[in-house]
């Protein structure tokens, strides 16, 4: 509880990127900015893709970005971009990606919380509404409700 | 739920990823809401596919580009390429446990 209270939680909309490259550099920019992150996590952010995969495609058009917390984590952290057009992971089924969330946690556990009312809100309808948000206030509110309720959890 | 003929032990089901904390926990979160619409109580882990590699699991839950490898390391191998729909993954561990009988 505590650990997702003192989350860094971000929020941009209608970014324009050029390949899954950027999009996932895009995800981790404001993290990096808040510095909730070092800049070796982003890099391991792409070689993770690279090496593995592009499974971080978590569901049609949504990427989950992430890397080990001993890549650079200072403090747990879950970033949100929606992209002004979509980009290719080169997931089979999964492509292409207009929403790309990227999470870092300092350890294997204190992020479980947050990313378990990260995935009931995504069984629900926040994609749709992330999707349909006009606005970065309309994005970061619908991020820093999951965070409500992870608290009512 | 039991399992044929050892009717005390629940089954365990694994859902994976690359790294094995944030996919795979997003389809943890899938599989439990789906397990538990279907009755089933099981244990659950999620972890990455080099440690699956050498657990025991009776149900291995993941993206075909993981669940490839896997095919014959478990009785019960379920591909599935939306780690957010309870109900297309309630379907096919339906499907799936039934022809196994351990799920009725």
Known sequence: MADVEGAVLTARSRVEVDGWQEAIRASCQPLLEAEAIEERYVERCIEMVEDEGPYVVVAPGIALAHARPEDGVKRLCLSVVTLAAPVEFGHSENDPVDLVFAFGSPDSTQHVSLLRNLARALQADLADKLRTANTVEEVESLIQGIVQDVKED | ?104
Do not use: Y
């Open chain 2, 1 to 104: 739920m039991t399992t044929k003929g050892n009717p005390e032990k629940r089954l365990k089901v694994m859902t994976v990823c690359g790294v094995g904390m944030g996919s795979s926990l997003i389809l943890r979160t899938t599989a439990e809401k789906a397990l538990k619409q279907l009755g089933l109580e099981v244990d659950l882990e999620h972890v990455d596919v080099s440690s699956a590699r050498s657990i025991d699991a009776d149900v291995i839950i993941g993206q075909a580009m993981h669940t490839e490898e896997f095919e014959d390391a478990a009785p019960v191998v379920v591909t599935i390429s939306d780690f957010t729909d309870v109900e297309a993954l309630k379907g096919k561990l339906k499907e799936a446990l039934e022809a196994q009988g351990w799920l009725t």
